[in-house]
């Protein structure tokens, strides 16, 4: 059994749905003005993202994305910070990994 669909509530939507399509490559199936998107990849996952008010993830809450290489996320995490995006660089952890605040309110880590 494989987990392949997610939906997160966001504050903003198509600053999300924006920012996952610049930087990890989701691509945006449909959306309701600015309140729902359907994303996904092409490895089955549809991710849908939700308009909420008050948007409030718990300190450890993250999705991750999985590259093919440290240089890969060494290019995600330059791209990001070129783009002013407040990001640490990657460190050895569990993987060579990022985390990043996404402009909908929850963290994204970067690993491989």
Not at 17 to 43: I, M, P, Q
Not at 46 to 66: D, E
């Given at each position: 059994?494989k987990l392949?669909?997610?939906?997160?509530?966001?504050?903003?939507?198509?600053?999300t749905?924006?920012?996952?399509?610049?930087?990890?490559?989701?691509?945006?199936?449909?959306?309701?003005?600015?309140?729902?998107?359907?994303?996904?990849?092409n490895?089955?996952?549809?991710?849908?993202?939700?308009?909420?008010?008050?948007?409030?993830?718990?300190?450890?809450?993250?999705?991750?994305?999985?590259?093919?290489?440290?240089?890969?996320?060494?290019?995600?995490?330059?791209?990001?910070?070129?783009?002013?995006?407040?990001?640490?660089?990657?460190?050895?952890?569990?993987?060579?990994?990022?985390?990043?605040?996404?402009?909908?309110?929850?963290m994204?880590?970067?690993?491989?």
């Amino acid at each position: 059994m494989k987990l392949n669909h997610l939906n997160l509530t966001v504050n903003d939507v198509k600053a999300t749905r924006e920012f996952l399509e610049k930087y990890f490559e989701l691509k945006t199936g449909s959306t309701r003005g600015n309140s729902f998107a359907v994303l996904s990849d092409n490895h089955g996952l549809v991710l849908t993202l939700m308009s909420g008010a008050q948007v409030s993830y718990p300190k450890t809450f993250h999705i991750g994305f999985i590259q093919e290489s440290e240089e890969r996320v060494n290019e995600i995490n330059q791209r990001l910070k070129d783009d002013g995006f407040d990001v640490k660089p990657p460190q050895r952890s569990h993987g060579w990994t990022f985390y990043v605040q996404s402009p909908g309110g929850f963290m994204v880590e970067v690993l491989a």
